[in-house]
């Protein structure tokens, strides 16, 4: 089945310094989300971002289809902005409309 | 408010028992889908449902059970056939295929 690999698994900045988060997925995909899960366990969904550019404030995020990879930019990183960043994908293929996820990415911002 | 309104936020629950873990959506959503994740880790499917009165099995979903009686509602029974059953729930939803979900604010289940 489809492998999502993120990168890095860990990541500590200071406030106000910038991120990028990769997401590498092994197929094609119809769907790939990015979420934030907060310290207290809440998912916050950021981007539906099968192709293309996104941005939410300091956020955006871009997927490149064809080369099996999506990127996720933080700007002057808050505090607020740590937690567990996944990737997760379906594939477009044997999918059964689920998602497959990735293990996460730890963004830990000091202040 | 739109959401999804999981509860409740914490379970205790001895062993041999048998617990619901309640999800509610006013999103009008017809997808609906319970996930555990363990601390550290990523988020595993349990079970997911498409549409009213019919769902699927994710890929843990021994031990648990389901229904979709209405729209809104999809609760998750855990069991007790389910050997390892502390962890936090959480339930989302979609409008369907191919779109975002919005996630509940999960459940903490301890067996005790």
């Known amino acids: 089945g489809i492998q999502v690999e993120q990168s890095p698994p860990d990541l500590i900045l200071q406030e106000g310094a910038n991120s990028t988060l990769r997401c590498n997925f092994s197929?094609?995909?119809?769907?790939l989300q990015w979420f934030h899960q907060n310290p207290w366990g809440q998912l916050i969904n950021l981007f539906y971002i099968p192709s293309g550019t996104k941005q939410n404030g300091r956020l955006s995020a871009t997927t490149v289809a064809t080369e099996r990879y999506s990127l996720l930019y933080i700007s002057s990183s808050q505090t607020t902005d740590s937690g567990v960043y996944f990737c997760?994908?379906?594939?477009?293929?044997?999918?059964?409309?689920?998602?497959?996820w990735g293990a996460g990415t730890k963004l830990i911002i000091k202040p | 408010d739109g959401g999804i309104t999981q509860s409740p936020k914490y379970l205790f629950r001895k062993e041999g028992q048998n617990v619901t873990l309640s999800c509610e959506q006013n999103?009008?959503?017809?997808?609906m889908y319970w996930y555990r994740q363990d601390p550290g880790q990523g988020l595993r499917l349990i079970y997911y449902?498409?549409?009213?009165?019919?769902?699927q099995k994710g890929d843990i979903a021994e031990g648990y059970s389901v229904s979709r009686e209405k729209k809104e509602s999809f609760p998750l029974t855990v069991t007790s056939a389910q050997k390892n059953p502390t962890a936090f729930y959480l339930c989302?939803?979609?409008?369907?295929?191919?779109?975002?979900?919005?996630f509940g604010s999960g459940t903490r289940l301890t067996v005790v």
């Open positions: 997760a994908v379906e594939p477009w293929r044997d999918s059964n409309y689920q998602l497959i």
């Open positions: 197929d094609s995909v119809n769907n």
């Open positions: 999103l009008n959503h017809d997808a």
């Open positions: 449902s498409q549409i009213v009165n019919d769902f």
């Open positions: 989302a939803a979609a409008p369907g295929a191919n779109y975002g979900y919005t």
